[in-house]
């Protein structure tokens, strides 16, 4: 049975593995979720080690003014990550550190639009 939780463990916080994954991390898009992922068993980096995957989630602020949508919008995002966390670790990798963006104007309608968009980036190659 699938763990359906997102621990601290699981959050990507620390400034040091955000700066990392921005040197390093490569950026795909699909629809209106793009994301920057960086693998650690691929591309091993010295004095780092993730034993699950680490996920972040950034909502520009440039797009959305007013905080309650850039929070909604994040809510999102974490929820379609916490649903779909077998599908992202069989994509992107178990131990990857990884931020989730959205990128449109428009805001989502809801869960379903916004899971579409994950789903397909989750997709194998």
Same mark, same amino acid.
């Given at each position: 049975?699938?763990?359906?939780?997102?621990?601290?463990?699981?959050?990507?916080?620390?400034?040091?593995?955000?700066?990392?994954?921005?040197?390093?991390?490569?950026?795909?898009? =699909?629809?209106?979720?793009?994301?920057?992922?960086?693998?650690?068993?691929?591309? !091993?980096?010295?004095?780092?080690? =993730?034993?699950?995957?680490?996920?972040?989630?950034?909502?520009?602020?440039?797009?959305?003014?007013? !905080?309650?949508?850039?929070?909604?919008?994040?809510?999102?995002?974490?929820? =379609?990550?916490?649903?779909?966390?077998?599908?992202?670790?069989?994509?992107?990798?178990?131990?990857?550190?990884?931020?989730?963006?959205?990128?449109?104007?428009?805001?989502?309608?809801?869960?379903? !639009?916004?899971?579409?968009?994950?789903?397909?980036? =989750?997709?194998?190659?």
């Amino acid at each position: 049975m699938t763990d359906f939780s997102y621990g601290v463990a699981r959050k990507l916080k620390q400034k040091r593995e955000i700066d990392l994954l921005f040197q390093k991390g490569k950026w795909q898009t =699909c629809g209106n979720v793009r994301i920057i992922t960086l693998n650690l068993t691929d591309r !091993a980096q010295e004095d780092f080690n =993730c034993e699950n995957p680490k996920v972040g989630v950034s909502v520009s602020k440039r797009l959305y003014k007013r !905080a309650v949508d850039r929070n909604r919008i994040k809510r999102l995002l974490r929820e =379609c990550y916490r649903l779909n966390k077998d599908a992202f670790s069989a994509r992107f990798g178990e131990s990857s550190l990884s931020m989730l963006f959205w990128v449109s104007k428009e805001k989502p309608t809801g869960l379903e !639009a916004v899971m579409r968009d994950f789903q397909k980036l =989750c997709a194998p190659k």
